[in-house]
């Protein structure tokens, strides 16, 4: 081997290396949603009565974190369409896939990838008319946001002492993990808490946070109750998981969502349940409390709160296919 091929195999070799040898299938990171449908088709989409149709579902995980219970249900063929023995079909058709993870876009490893093939035959239509019929995918799957909120604490000492230099202060800092539900903060508590002296006043002082759960993905959080699935009203939309406050001492939960005083908040058993609404959007009056004296002289302090948050959610893609009776 002359010395220019070696050094055309050496760059090969690091171009491989360098695309993390996925088969020319890069990582993909959607920040706002989890299991995402790539593709949903049908072969062909017009029809004559008798024919079968292909249904191709292509589907990736593209969130922040592990798809776990993925399944794949069809809706708009129950007793109306039949299998590929003729037979009318008599229920949702349904595939599981189990467990999609995530993609490692520091390493360009993409999310795991499945496809769902649903063979499915026309119903009976009459002859000289050439109905337009729709059918649904949707694919459901339990999914985690983790969310990290940093907020900050000030003596009113410290506060006067930056206002007359001019300094800016510091603002609530929120992290989340690429997915469908996303926690946020209203503007005006993003502003430091100013801690007053023990000699003013109640030896505690409370500071009041508005956290905001959002829905940005492209379906909806749902909840199964007794093997029954429930979306929009009702028990749908419900999130479960933990809250966990970390910050100096002398500072815990004075009430969030019913619970009273501590560190760590399991959505579980809440008095109030997270849930989100019609709107899409769910609002979290937490509030906590600082012991003053223990507070002492601090000019200055972060105080973390922790969010691991656990959902189950569906997302849908629709085809229309054309039965032509005969």
Avoid at 28 to 46: L, R, W
Avoid at 133 to 140: D, G, H, N, S
């Amino acid at each position: 081997m002359n010395k220019g091929s070696y050094y055309i195999l050496i760059a090969l070799m690091a171009l491989v290396l360098a695309t993390g040898c996925t088969g020319g299938r890069s990582a993909k990171v959607d920040v706002n949603n989890g299991v995402t449908i790539t593709d949903f088709s049908a072969s062909p989409t017009q029809a004559n009565d008798g024919d079968f149709v292909l249904l191709d579902i292509e589907f990736e995980n593209t969130g922040g974190t592990t798809a776990r219970n993925v399944q794949v249900d069809l809706y708009g063929v129950e007793g109306q369409w039949r299998d590929s023995f003729g037979n009318l079909i008599t229920s949702t058709l349904t595939q599981n896939f189990g467990t999609l993870r995530r993609p490692i876009p520091e390493r360009n490893i993409p999310g795991d990838f499945r496809l769902a093939n649903f063979n499915i035959m026309t119903k009976d239509v009459p002859e000289g008319i050439s109905p337009v019929l729709p059918i649904e995918a949707r694919v459901t799957y339990d999914y985690n946001t983790s969310g990290h909120l940093q907020l900050y604490a000030m003596s009113e000492g410290e506060y006067r002492r930056k206002t007359s230099l001019g300094e800016p202060f510091p603002t609530a800092e929120i992290i989340n993990s690429a997915g469908p539900i996303k926690l946020d903060l209203a503007d005006r508590y993003r502003q430091p808490a100013i801690i007053n002296s023990v000699s003013q006043g109640d030896p505690v002082q409370i500071i009041p946070i508005k956290i905001v759960f959002t829905n940005v993905g492209n379906g909806f959080p749902i909840t199964e109750i007794n093997n029954q699935i429930t979306g929009l009203g009702g028990a749908g939309g419900r999130l479960t998981g933990t809250i966990d406050l970390f910050a100096p001492a002398g500072i815990e939960f004075d009430n969030c969502l019913g619970t009273v005083g501590g560190h760590h908040i399991d959505l579980d058993t809440t008095q109030i349940p997270l849930q989100l609404r019609e709107s899409g959007t769910v609002p979290v009056a937490c509030t906590l409390k600082v012991d003053k004296a223990t507070w002492g002289d601090r000019p200055i302090d972060t105080i973390q709160l922790v969010f691991n948050i656990f959902y189950r959610y569906y997302t849908y893609s629709r085809v229309n296919v054309q039965v032509i009776g005969e």
